[in-house]
């Protein structure tokens, strides 16, 4: 029973127009659906991907834009990581962000890969990962030629205080692995656990970086909100639940989101996990040629759809 790689991340933005133009068109990730946040319905829920929004390709971001800036800390998902297909693409990309005006790291070989960090308007931390490993991942071509783009999540990074209480309930509930660590590259004085969901790439990966120096962090803009993992579909997602319960993890239980099924639990350092499944996807009410073009509400939202577009803001793209 394994968990199959990451599914999504998502985010906190205050600046929806920016955050779409550098998602889109300096990163060239496809805005595969515009909705809302169903816990908020006042405020838009976008989706960045791949061409069909495949499950493990997506950064996703809520339109919060009185949200404070995040500050950085630990007890938080404090880098998100996108892969390219090689050492190559990681050079060409450091020439485009400096061209674009964006500060971005030295090259660094980080647990075998060639490692670019850089962070969007907001100062969200990211990096890009050269990562050849096979996927279902289908580029979109649209500002960026194909064997450049970017290929889906890689590693994501959490910061926590110490690594044993996270660990256990990676490698004793979710059925992970450590399999390296490395030195932190923020402070050589620490370390970084690389735990494993499944045999793959870095879009398998967790990376916990243990800071016991920093204060927590503050949620806000520029900072992520959640991290999820795949599962095939709806029977293995009632296992997983099932599962979780079994060990006393206190979760959500089932929440429909349309396009994925979802629950959410927190790990013990406080970070909130989702695990979430791979069907139905984002074709599901719109076409997939035109996915993202207008704002997609799941059934249970449409009767509401006057007043929720009286209360959203219009967003010209």
């Given amino acids: 029973m394994n968990l199959l790689g990451l599914h999504h991340i998502s985010g906190i933005t205050g600046k929806i127009e920016q955050n779409h133009v550098f998602y889109t068109q ?3 990730m496809r805005l595969v659906k515009k909705t809302v946040n169903q816990d908020d319905v006042r405020a838009y829920h976008l989706f960045y991907a791949d061409q069909r929004g495949s499950p493990g390709s997506d950064v996703t971001f809520f339109d919060w834009a009185h949200a404070a800036p995040e500050r950085f800390g630990s007890h938080s998902i404090s880098r998100t990581g996108l892969r ?6 990681i050079a060409w990309w450091q020439e485009r962000l400096h061209n674009a005006g964006i500060t971005t790291s030295s090259l660094e070989v980080r647990h075998n890969r060639l490692t670019l960090d850089f962070a969007d308007l907001e100062g969200q931390r ?13 580029p979109w071509t649209a500002h960026i030629p194909a064997e450049y783009s970017i290929r889906g999540l890689g590693a994501v990074t959490l910061t926590i205080p110490q690594l044993r209480p996270t660990a256990e309930v990676l490698s004793k509930v979710l059925n992970m692995q450590q399999i390296a660590e490395y030195p932190s590259p923020n402070n050589s004085k620490y370390g970084v656990a690389v735990f494993q969901m499944t045999q793959g790439g870095s879009n398998t990966e967790l990376h916990l970086e243990i800071r016991p120096d ?10 992520m909100h959640h991290v999820a993992f795949r599962v095939a579909n709806a029977t293995s997602h009632a296992a997983w639940l099932e599962h979780l319960s079994a060990f006393g993890i206190r979760h959500s239980g089932l929440i429909d989101r349309f396009y994925f099924k979802a629950a959410y639990f927190r790990e013990p350092n406080g970070i909130l996990f989702e695990i979430s499944t ?5 074709a599901t009410d719109e076409s997939a040629e035109t ?7 799941p059934p249970f939202l449409e009767p509401k759809r006057a007043d929720i577009e009286k209360h959203l803001k219009p967003l010209e793209f």
């Fill in 26 to 28: 300096t990163l060239g």
């Fill in 84 to 89: 390219v297909a090689s050492n190559e693409s």
């Fill in 126 to 138: 990211l990096s890009l990962i050269a990562d050849s490993s096979e996927d279902n991942i289908l």
């Fill in 214 to 223: 920093l204060a927590p962090a503050r949620s806000g803009a520029g900072g």
């Fill in 278 to 282: 791979d069907d139905p996807g984002f």
């Fill in 291 to 297: 996915l993202g073009q207008r704002l997609a509400l």
